[in-house]
């Protein structure tokens, strides 16, 4: 069966939930995630594309951001930060006759890495994707990006291997990326493994963590 592209809709969670990213959130995605720790391993190209003023991240993001796929606005639900913005995913590549797509060009405010955001993101749109009638999807990291290297293996994906100088990174340098991928077969166990860690928090809304800016 041939896969569907997925509807440009808000995915609602327990503890965030994905708006279709437009124009007029990117201030808010810029106080979100335009700081040196996001860029610093590789997101958006490297360091070198950070733009901390709004108008120079604006300007960035309206030519990084893949439009003719699903990108998406990671908003939190409920508690003192509800409706803030705080990071983006993106469901994209989509080929459909193979019945493949790409989740990534994921980043997220660092005050939430580590509290389920990511999770329960990754959930949802690995549950849209299926739900169409993908059979593969692909998931990408800088190989030199441990910490989402990390993130990936924990949520189940199958390591492929790197593809070696396969991306120019902003300045100019060559990145090696690592390839993973979770098919058809393997969703159900990588989606009771995702549920599970989802229904395993015990608060009713994700706060913020103080880490350094």
Not at 82 to 108: C, H, K, M, R
Not at 183 to 205: G, N, T
Request: charge should be neutral; hydrophobic fraction near 40%; charged fraction near 25%.
């Amino acid at each position: 069966m041939t896969a569907r592209r997925p509807p440009s809709a808000t995915l609602r969670g327990r503890f965030v939930q994905l708006q279709p990213l437009g124009g007029e959130a990117l201030p808010d995605l810029h106080r979100a995630i335009a700081k040196r720790v996001v860029f610093e391993s590789g997101y958006g190209g490297g360091l070198a594309a950070l733009r901390t003023d709004v108008d120079g991240f604006v300007i960035w993001a309206r030519d990084y951001f893949q439009w003719e796929s699903l990108p998406y606005v990671v908003r939190l639900l409920g508690g003192l930060n509800d409706g803030d913005a705080v990071g983006t995913i993106t469901l994209g590549d989509f080929d459909l006759e193979n019945e493949s797509a790409q989740l990534g060009w994921t980043a997220y405010d660092p005050r939430v890495w580590g509290t389920g955001v990511n999770t329960e993101c990754t959930l949802l749109l690995l549950t849209e994707a299926f739900r169409n009638d993908f059979g593969r999807i692909t998931i990408q990291a800088d190989a030199i990006n441990t910490r989402s290297r990390a993130t990936i293996e924990a949520v189940g994906a199958t390591f492929e291997g790197v593809l070696r100088r396969h991306e120019v990174r902003t300045d100019g340098s060559w990145r090696d990326t690592a390839m993973y991928s979770i098919l058809i077969d393997e969703w159900p166990a990588v989606r009771a493994r995702l549920q599970a860690k989802v229904d395993a928090i015990p608060a009713r809304s994700i706060t913020y963590r103080n880490v350094p800016r």
